[in-house]
């Protein structure tokens, strides 16, 4: 097994921080080129006009995942020192609906609006701070929201726990989601090019 | 076809590929190779091991799987006590060099077998529990009549003893022969107190 580098200790810290930011900077570039910096191309999602975010995040994840798999099933990477971050039922279904909320809002996700903020552009920046004071709100408020935030524990819960399908059969599922997503996302901005 | 077309039918052709094949392990081999591990003895490390490598330097993370009276009355230094569902829970990453201890050694094989099935790949038990370390590490014994190499080797151990807050015992010829009269002289033969210092091999051969 060669990866994850970090759990296998082939870096410390300080050099994890140092790729974090990186990476961090790639994946800014590409939102960026990705024409994610834009509040106005974003917010067309939700009114069903534009679904590039939609079809970019969703490549992403299948290039991850088929990306992981693969990887596995050729011993380049033990998929049992990745990560899984633990299920929290409830907390994080309230959690996703205010996200969708500020998104919807405000147009950008946290690192959208990171982009848009660099790049120079206002609502970026007040989008940025209004991420900032949540997350001091949050920790302030910490101790009274810490028995909701850990309730209904699932543990490391995977699709195809809940499922009991193997990890491929998974795969192609998300994929055949995918795919059957582009072709209708195609059909919907075609047809709101054709209404112009 | 377009870029985009063909990106797709790779990434479906991937995909059905994956649903063939199943799994992203091309063998499940994980009670293959705990038994592997079990068997070469490679799933635990000597008192000794742990402490020359604990004064060295070399960072270990220890965990306490004992109670909290016990880990607060004593415990080794620097460890953490933690419940085996705390453990279960990812409180300690994986492949970071981890030793369970408790008592003595079952219940910490048992938590290490657990761990194990997660794919914790650096995690040990020390051999003998926290039993095996005061005797040890803690308080090594020197019995009268011990050879040269024998003596070095102790002067060795009470470093270490010292370091972690021990106290090694040095008995003296005279004590040790006392003893050994009285003992012969007033107890039976199948009475004999237990030897005061049991060495590593017989630690092994009791866990």
């Not at chain 2, 880990?71 to 080794?76: C, N, P, R, S, Y």
């Not at chain 2, 290490?112 to 794919?119: G, N, R, V």
Request: net charge negative; glycine share 8%; hydrophobic share 45%.
């Amino acid at each position: 097994m060669h990866a994850p580098f970090y759990q296998l200790g082939l870096f410390n810290n300080d050099t994890a921080l140092f790729l974090a930011v990186v990476i961090g900077i790639g994946f800014g570039f590409f939102l960026e080129q990705a024409g994610f910096g834009s509040s106005v191309k974003l917010a067309q999602q939700f009114y069903l006009r534009d679904l590039t975010v939609f079809k970019v995040m969703f490549s992403a994840i299948i290039t991850a995942m088929l990306g992981l798999f693969w990887l596995s099933w050729l011993g380049f990477i033990d998929l049992s020192l990745v990560r899984i971050l633990p299920t929290y039922l409830v907390p994080q279904l309230v959690g996703g609906l205010l996200f969708g909320v500020g998104f919807v809002m405000g147009g950008y996700c946290p690192g959208t609006c990171c982009v848009a903020a660099v790049t120079g552009k206002m609502d970026g920046w007040i989008h940025l701070l209004g991420m900032i004071s949540g997350i001091i709100v949050f920790g302030e408020l910490f101790p009274l929201i810490s028995d909701f935030y850990s309730s209904t524990p699932l543990g490391e819960l995977t699709l195809q726990q809940v499922f009991n399908l193997s990890h491929g059969s998974v795969v192609l599922l998300i994929v055949l989601v995918a795919l059957a997503g582009y072709y209708g996302a195609e059909k919907l901005e075609a047809r709101h090019r054709s209404m112009r | 076809m377009t870029l985009n077309k063909l990106l797709a039918s790779f990434g479906l052709i991937l995909a059905l590929l994956a649903a063939i094949v199943g799994e992203p392990e091309r063998d499940d081999s994980t009670l293959e190779e705990i038994a592997l591990l079990i068997q070469s003895e490679e799933d635990h490390m000597t008192p000794l091991e742990l402490a020359e490598q604990l004064y060295s330097g070399k960072k270990i993370r220890l965990i306490d799987i004992r109670d909290s009276v016990s880990h607060f009355e004593q415990h080794i230094f620097n460890s953490e006590l933690m419940s085996i569902q705390q453990l279960l829970k990812n409180e300690i990453r994986k492949n970071e060099l981890t030793v369970l201890y408790f008592e003595g050694g079952i219940h910490a094989s048992q938590a290490w077998m657990l761990m194990k099935m997660k794919h914790y790949d650096n995690i040990y038990t020390l051999l003998g529990g926290f039993n095996g370390w005061k005797e040890i590490v803690l308080n090594p014994t020197l019995h009268a009549g011990k050879t040269e190499e024998e003596k070095k080797e102790f002067e060795r151990r009470k470093t270490l003893s010292r370091f972690f807050g021990g106290e090694p015992i040095d008995i003296p010829e005279e004590m040790s022969k006392k003893n050994s009269i009285h003992q012969h002289q007033s107890l039976p033969k199948n009475n004999l107190p237990k030897k005061i210092r049991k060495s590593e091999d017989e630690l092994r051969f009791q866990c």
